[in-house]
């Protein structure tokens, strides 16, 4: 493990070096993001983002909904028609005018209103806790695209390096060619060896290239918009991780969205079971016929005997259990996947540690001792080649393991609901 010191100045560091610049425009042809940067930009243009604060602003609509003081609007109903009476010797014809106005409301009995603004409610908090879910896992996979972009970076940096020794060597073998010191299969070896390394360059350059493709789709950017990012792998690899204070469990939301859905699921339930009492339905009636008036009460009360509301009273207790066994094995789940995250963070750093202390120091004085012994004619080309190419094995499995141990730190702050 990294020495707490070497640490602190490695994140003094980071702060030092990549200041957090919300006004960072990535339409700017030399803006360079960090990833401070970076993940401001994804909170404001990531598609998953835009789409979970749209659900969560469409979740609103059923709580509006819920504020009213009645389920149904009043019926109006008006009859009107002419209305005609056949005389009889001594009674003449009768005519007129038959008029019936009423007005009604149904009323819900059994507390189903109280239900429904609990459910309604109950879905805000879900959606709600989707969007804070989708902003955890979407900043942790777009900091992930930038740690990979960063990775291919630097591997292009280092194939470059190597292209740049292999031309030199390719050169040197052929003076020496030249000069009757080796024969030509150093040469063509030579040559082959730097033809590997234009080779390697041209691959990391596309890998490299592909990272900020992708980068840029997460970001929600035009190709139209340059894209360039900063930042040293190993500093973003080394900087502590800052878990949240709070529980874990509690702090995660996709377990505050499962107990959002718990409780959606508890308020239909119940509304379910509310469905026995009947919703009754009363009014007031103006009826005119002819000469004779009415005013008349009225009161509709539907009898439960077929649709007693088994299906959503059933249903609801199946989903009532079902979340409650989801919701207990999710719990259980998070300090597991909590506990192998800092078990990874962990022995990450400590190979990186390993490499740094062990092999690092060592490369530089291999590959510059090789190359004097292949110059004064004691080690051959074959032999220096060997050296170089063990030397950029390490280099590029330092690299490797820098990014992993990047990757894991974020993992770590993802999985404890910190953002990272």
Known sequence: MPHPLTVAAFGLAATLLFPRVAAAQPGSADAALSLEETLVLARQRAPALLDAAGRAAEAQGPVAAARSLLNDNPTFELQAGPRSAPGSPGNPAVRGLDLSVGISQSFELGGKRGARRESA???????????????????????????????????????????????????????????????????????????????????????????????????????????????????????????????????????????????????????????????????????????EIAYLGALSVPLPLFDRGDNAR??????????????????????????????????????????????????????????????????????????RRDTLEARAAYLDSLLQAALSRVQLAVETGALP
């Open 121 to 291: 409610r109950a879905g805000l908090e879900m959606a709600t806790a989707h969007q804070r879910d989708a902003e955890r896992r979407v900043l942790g996979d777009v900091a992930a695209r930038f740690l990979q972009a960063l990775h291919a970076r630097e591997r292009l940096s280092l194939a470059r390096e190597a292209e740049a020794a292999a031309r030199e060597t390719a050169n040197s073998a052929q003076r020496r060619f030249e000069a009757g010191d080796v024969p030509v299969v150093d040469v063509n070896v030579a040559r082959v060896s730097l033809a590997r390394m234009r080779a390697e360059v041209a691959t990391a350059e596309g890998d490299e290239a592909v990272q900020l493709h992708q980068l840029r789709a997460m970001l929600g950017l035009p190709l139209t918009h340059p894209l360039a990012i900063r930042g040293e792998l190993r500093v973003l690899a080394l900087q502590p991780v800052t878990e949240a204070k709070t529980d874990t469990v509690a702090a995660r939301p996709d377990i505050a969205a499962l107990e959002a859905e718990l409780a959606q699921a508890d308020a239909d339930r119940r509304m379910g079971r509310a469905s026995v009492w009947p919703d009754i339905t009363a009014g007031f009636l103006y009826q005119r016929e002819i000469d």
């Open 314 to 387: 059933v249903t609801g207790e199946a989903r009532v259990r079902r979340l409650q066994s989801l919701l207990a094995a999710a719990r259980l789940e998070v300090d597991v996947q909590v506990e192998a995250a800092r078990v990874q963070h962990r022995k990450r750093l400590e190979a990186v540690t390993l490499l740094e202390a062990d092999a690092l120091p060592l490369l530089s004085d291999n590959e510059s001792l090789a190359r004097r012994s292949y110059e004064a004619g004691e080690m051959g080309l074959a032999e220096f080649l060997l050296v």
